[in-house]
């Protein structure tokens, strides 16, 4: 059996590889770079940071830095073990920035303990997750820095207000992977998103029905269309990848990343998520040709 090529840790600059993202989903992470690569006349990202929420041990959040050097990253992620090995491992991203919390709708500090960690088979040491934030009890302690298994939970509205932390700040592009609580952390950033019309991308889980059609429900009352990825985003087969655009730029953006408009397809209810992956495959294909007869980039 031939041996498995082993990839190098360091670029030929000298920089440490980006490591850590998913080995499951190399489509929506090409068509990540080239919406990254897309010009503003066709929809691209506008003036402002990037949000990695749910950020592991930082293998998106070290793309993002690299596909936008001139753009600061906020890698976010609720347990310290991953925030610590970010800062180590990505110190020379100097727009990377790590913090130690998680999203939602309410700001509250959260005990670990109260929710479930799992163990994650790529990105190393440190290499855990937390599921559901959103239904975690929140701690009787008033500050997260109290305790070595507490974090603070903050709402995305409050950190680019003009009190917040990020006031000097637009949003300009954000990736919300944080297992369950999705639709939690959307209702903690509607008003960023309606000031700053981000793209941002989310997950689901395609057996939850009933919470799909929630989160799909309250894109849609930001003024975005959800266009469901068909290629499992984890280890689970029922896990896709929603790529959600402004109505009033998904057609330039869809033209401008073919990528994107042969891999994914408008979802406008949960039980097309629970389509065969062949039906999915196909609607993508169907949508490609449709607009490469009325291409506007």
């Given at each position: 059996m031939p041996r498995r090529k082993s990839i190098p840790e360091f670029t030929k600059a000298g920089r440490p590889r980006c490591r850590g993202a998913s080995p499951y989903e190399p489509r929506f992470q090409a068509t990540i770079a080239a919406i990254f690569a897309l010009s503003n006349s066709?929809?691209?990202?506008?003036?402002?940071?990037?949000?990695?929420?749910?950020?592991?041990?930082?293998?998106?959040?070290?793309?993002?830095?690299?596909?936008?050097?001139?753009?600061?990253?906020?890698?976010?992620?609720?347990?310290?073990?991953?925030?610590?090995?970010?800062?180590?491992?990505?110190?020379?991203?100097?727009?990377?920035?790590?913090?130690?919390?998680?999203?939602?709708?309410?700001?509250?500090?959260?005990d670990i303990t109260s929710t479930k960690i799992v163990a994650r088979?790529?990105?190393?040491?440190?290499?855990?997750?937390?599921?559901?934030?959103?239904?975690?009890?929140?701690?009787?302690?008033?500050?997260?820095?109290?305790?070595?298994?507490?974090?603070?939970?903050?709402?995305?509205?409050?950190?680019?207000?003009?009190?917040?932390?990020?006031?000097?700040?637009?949003?300009?592009?954000?990736?919300?992977?944080?297992?369950?609580?999705?639709?939690?952390?959307?209702?903690?950033?509607?008003?960023?998103?309606?000031?700053?019309?981000?793209?941002?991308?989310?997950?689901?889980?395609?057996?939850?029905?009933?919470y799909a059609e929630k989160l799909l429900e309250e894109i849609g009352l930001l003024g975005y269309e959800a266009y469901a990825f068909a290629e499992k985003c984890g280890e689970n087969r029922d896990c896709r990848n929603l790529i959600c655009l402004p109505k009033d730029r998904a057609l330039p953006i869809l033209s401008g990343v073919p990528l994107l408009a042969s891999g994914s397809y408008l979802v406008n209810s949960s039980t097309m998520l629970n389509k065969k992956m062949s039906w999915q495959l196909k609607a993508g294909r169907k949508q490609a040709e449709k607009l490469a007869r009325s291409a506007t980039c």
């Open positions: 066709c929809g691209g990202l506008r003036n402002g940071s990037i949000v990695d929420s749910g950020a592991h041990v930082g293998g998106e959040s070290c793309l993002y830095a690299d596909y936008a050097p001139d753009r600061i990253v906020h890698a976010i992620d609720p347990l310290r073990a991953n925030v610590d090995l970010m800062r180590t491992r990505y110190r020379d991203r100097t727009n990377l920035i790590p913090l130690q919390a998680g999203l939602g709708s309410v700001n509250r500090v959260v088979g790529i990105g190393g040491k440190g290499a855990a997750m937390l599921l559901n934030v959103a239904q975690a009890k929140s701690a009787t302690l008033q500050r997260a820095e109290d305790s070595r298994t507490t974090f603070r939970v903050l709402r995305l509205d409050d950190m680019f207000a003009p009190s917040g932390a990020w006031a000097h700040e637009k949003l300009a592009f954000a990736h919300f992977d944080v297992e369950g609580s999705e639709l939690d952390v959307l209702q903690g950033a509607r008003e960023v998103i309606a000031r700053d019309r981000p793209i941002f991308t989310a997950e689901v889980a395609t057996g939850m029905t009933e």
